[in-house]
């Protein structure tokens, strides 16, 4: 069997691109991983996030530069 999620095609991002993109405090980015609002997928110490899904995650259609 094979997971629709590990099937993405966008390349993971940093937390810290997260924050930017969503211009957010790091710790914000956190924050909404350690409750569960943005999914993200844990590689040793640091948490890498999908970028369409976080979008999906929070209900954003895209975001404007």
Known sequence: ???SA???TSPL???GEIASILR????TVYAMTKTGRIPAIKAGRRY???L??????LDIKGVQP
Do not use: C, G, I, Q
Request: negative net charge; aromatic residues 10%; without cysteine.
């Open 6 to 8: 590990a099937m993405s």
């Open 1 to 3: 069997p094979t997971d």
């Open 24 to 27: 957010v405090h790091l710790n």
């Open 48 to 50: 890498l996030y999908d």
């Open 13 to 15: 991002r940093t937390a």
């Open 52 to 57: 369409e899904r976080v979008f999906a995650a």
